[in-house]
């Protein structure tokens, strides 16, 4: 199953941007969902993971204090607040379900289509 991403685009530095992922009810209700990000040439990073039945969250230290991650059970979609960017932050976002319950995205089995984040003055 894919998932459905929105948001992304170009943003000056120290602006602002929140991206969606809408997955399946299935897989929104049992599934951890994270965020990843990918730049041409390195190793894709992760960013941030919700768990699909407690709701915990976790957020990598890289980006700790300016990303946030949540989710909405009513739309069945996770979001990435971004905020304070930088232009190293430009890259590919991707947001995954891991492919079973109890992986804390370490096991993403279900992609989404991808999204631009450029962010530059």
């Known amino acids: 199953e894919q998932l459905v991403q929105s948001g992304g685009g170009l943003v000056e530095p120290g602006g602002s941007l929140t991206l969606s992922c809408t997955a399946s009810a299935r897989i929104f209700n049992t599934n951890a969902i994270g965020w990843f990000r990918q730049v041409p040439g390195k190793q894709r990073a992760g960013l941030a993971c919700v768990d699909g039945n407690k709701g915990f969250t976790d957020v990598a230290a890289s980006v700790r204090g300016r990303f946030s991650i949540s989710r909405d059970a009513a739309r069945n979609t996770v979001y990435l607040q971004m905020n304070d960017l930088k232009p190293d932050d430009t890259a590919v976002y991707l947001c995954?379900?891991?492919?079973?319950?109890?992986?804390?995205?370490?096991?993403?089995?279900?992609w989404g289509q991808g999204t631009q984040v450029t962010v530059s003055s």
């Open positions: 995954a379900a891991d492919g079973a319950p109890g992986y804390y995205c370490s096991r993403p089995g279900h």
